[in-house]
């Protein structure tokens, strides 16, 4: 099976502190998403990488930033954490190729700014 | 006009009732039509994928794809309280090696014992 981890199920963190969310995947995917769950709007893509070093903007890029530096990890990092980023974030993974079109989801990290 | 819109919900229905969840789309693209479930405080997992048009059965559910009608639907068939989720319609277009999804808002169902 699939297994995407994410580090933290549940972070607190104060406005302006700069945070760091880690996504890890076990299949090999060449693609990695992050998302953010807001009640009311869905599942919005932030960012997305469809290869090591490589990122594209999502739909919601502004006030985040992404690393992969190995295939496996993809970190997403708020740069100054600002009370509306307080929200549910999801990483996902896909295969390339065959497949490409099924997304497999962590469990999430429900971040709550102060 | 939004992509993909979904009936907002929330549905809350006895137990052993048939549910049917539905998704229009706008974009005449979509090849690919996915249903994932999520549990409260949980991350979406895969219930029901198709490929362009037809009918799928796995067990209880059934995903229904009518592209004339640019319209899905995911039906459940005597439904039990462990069925209670939040149910997610998605789906992409052809885009050669990568693709991304386009997700609907999601509907919260709640199966009464």
């Known amino acids: 099976d699939v297994k995407v981890t994410q580090s933290s199920r549940y972070l607190v963190k104060r406005t302006g502190e700069k945070v760091f969310l880690e996504c890890v995947q076990d299949m090999d995917h060449e693609n990695m998403f992050w998302y953010r769950q807001d009640p009311g709007l869905g599942l919005r893509l932030i960012y997305f990488?469809?290869?090591?070093?490589?990122?594209e903007k999502g739909d919601i890029p502004e006030g985040y930033s992404v690393s992969r530096e190995k295939k496996e990890r993809f970190s997403l990092i708020l740069e100054s954490a600002s009370t509306n980023q307080t929200s549910m974030y999801l990483c996902a993974s896909s295969p390339q190729g065959q497949g490409t079109e099924t997304q497999y989801f962590g469990p999430g990290t429900r971040l709550l700014v102060l | 006009q939004k992509e993909v819109e979904q009936d907002p919900g929330p549905l809350s229905v006895p137990e052993g009732a048939i549910v049917s969840l539905n998704c229009t789309y706008s974009?005449?693209?979509?090849?690919?039509f996915m249903w994932y479930r999520q549990y409260s405080r949980k991350g979406p997992e895969l219930l029901m994928y198709?490929?362009?048009?037809g009918n799928k059965e796995d067990g209880r559910f059934t995903a229904q794809v009518d592209k004339s009608s640019k319209y899905i639907s995911l039906f459940i068939r005597d439904s039990q309280p462990s069925d209670s989720a939040t149910y997610l319609c998605a789906m992409s277009h052809p885009t050669g090696a990568n693709s991304k999804l386009t997700f609907g808002k999601g509907i919260t169902l709640s199966v009464r014992p």
């Open positions: 990488s469809y290869d090591v070093k490589m990122k």
């Open positions: 198709t490929y362009s048009s």
């Open positions: 974009n005449s693209a979509f090849q690919y």
